[in-house]
């Protein structure tokens, strides 16, 4: 059987920040997969901390990639907010990594899941920001790249009503207080994967 090769594009979200790398979420999900009878190779990420929309493409790059992915999964626009990018902008740069995913998956768009940014409202580390501004920001990006993901007919995955619990669950917090922990990102595992296996079947 030949290995099921994973491409995951992102953020901090996407590498697991402040957490293991088997607590990663792409990791995760490859286990869940290999747990279900699947041979799954280690997921090829492409993903700093930090980056934007812009930053992603700029990276994606420079990674010269050649080669096409069963499976791939697109994480990004946290950092646009945070620094107050607009989303009309996010609406363009995110259209074009959205239409790169489904290259790099072989022009399956079935093959290529969004996951929903993040709401960093709630979180220790916005303790003294405006939390409910936030949190319509990251409601109107998602808004946005849901919209493309439907128009695109790729999978999505919200995975911010998870996150939005941290505000009741400090467990699911990593120790800075910001990025999710392996234990949070074990949901969005448990919610990737179903997705993933459909595009595998």
């Given at each position: 059987m030949?290995?099921?090769?994973?491409?995951?594009?992102?953020?901090?979200?996407?590498?697991?920040?402040?957490?293991?790398?088997?607590?990663?979420?792409?990791?995760?999900?490859?286990?869940?997969?290999?747990?279900?009878?699947?041979?799954?190779?280690?997921?090829?990420?492409?993903?700093?901390?930090?980056?934007t929309t812009d930053e992603l493409s700029a990276g994606i790059a420079v990674a010269?990639?050649?080669?096409?992915?069963?499976?791939?999964?697109?994480?990004?626009?946290?950092?646009?907010?945070?620094?107050?990018?607009?989303?009309?902008?996010?609406?363009?740069?995110?259209?074009?990594?959205?239409?790169?995913?489904?290259?790099?998956a072989g022009h399956r768009p079935a093959h290529v899941v969004v996951l929903s940014i993040p709401d960093w409202s709630v979180t220790p580390f916005a303790a003294d920001r405006d939390r409910e501004q936030i949190a319509r920001e990251i409601d109107a990006y998602n808004a946005v790249n849901k919209a493309i993901a439907v128009e695109q007919q790729v999978q999505y995955v919200d995975i911010t009503p998870f996150t939005r619990e941290?505000?009741?669950?400090?467990?699911?917090?990593?120790?800075?207080?910001?990025?999710?922990?392996?234990?949070?990102?074990?949901?969005?595992?448990?919610?990737l994967a179903p997705r993933l296996e459909q595009a595998l079947r």
């Open positions: 030949t290995p099921i090769t994973y491409l995951a594009l992102g953020d901090s979200y996407t590498i697991g920040e402040q957490v293991a790398y088997p607590e990663c979420f792409p990791v995760q999900a490859a286990a869940l997969l290999q747990e279900k009878g699947y041979q799954v190779d280690k997921p090829v990420i492409i993903a700093t901390t930090g980056w010269h990639i050649t080669q096409t992915y069963d499976i791939v999964t697109l994480l990004i626009g946290v950092n646009n907010q945070y620094r107050g990018r607009s989303v009309e902008e996010y609406r363009q740069e995110f259209t074009v990594l959205l239409q790169q995913a489904i290259a790099f941290a505000s009741k669950d400090l467990s699911l917090v990593a120790p800075d207080g910001l990025h999710p922990s392996g234990k949070d990102y074990h949901r969005w595992a448990l919610a």
